[in-house]
């Protein structure tokens, strides 16, 4: 069986290699911008604890938030910070190689292979930009096999 948490931590690395800290379900220890990841859904295909060959589906959030520069007084996040960083998790996670076909950064999960990387939703920046801190959401799909 596929395990989640696998799933999560090797989402999480992906994640920090855009050079951002990620936060698992919470605010980082860091000053943003940074990720939060959300474990939104998970699907399995069959008898999902009767068979180590299932299929897995899971649905993470991506939230982006930006925020205040710590060096600049009165400064507050923008919808431009949180917009490139968005941009930024979309291509670690979706950008493949144009000459082989195959994904730019690696989500190395064990025991799985990675057959299918999909924006689910984007319903973009949620917060006011008066609030000082803007957040932008993505959900992401990502099946998985036994490998």
């Known amino acids: 069986m596929i395990k989640r948490r696998a799933v999560t931590a090797a989402l999480k ?8 800290p990620v936060g698992l379900g919470r605010m980082p220890q860091a000053q ?5 990841l959300y474990d939104v859904d998970t699907s399995v295909s069959g008898a999902p604890f009767a068979d ?3 299929d897995l589906s ?3 959030q991506v939230t ?9 007084q009165s400064s507050t996040g923008s919808l431009d910070q ?11 996670i979706l950008r493949r190689d144009p000459d082989t076909g195959q994904w730019a950064t690696a989500l190395t999960v064990a025991g799985a ?3 299918c990387r999909e ?8 917060s006011d930009p008066t609030d000082g801190i803007i957040s932008y959401v993505q959900r992401f799909r990502f099946d998985l096999t036994p490998a």
């Open 82 to 92: 949180a917009e490139f960083w968005a941009d930024k998790a979309r291509e670690a």
């Open 32 to 36: 943003p911008p940074y990720f939060i």
């Open 113 to 115: 292979r990675v057959v």
């Open 13 to 20: 690395t992906l994640l920090e290699s855009t050079g951002r």
């Open 119 to 126: 924006l689910e939703t984007e319903p973009g920046g949620t």
């Open 58 to 60: 899971v649905v993470y």
């Open 52 to 54: 180590d060959n299932e």
């Open 64 to 72: 982006t938030v930006s925020g205040p520069d710590p060096t600049v």
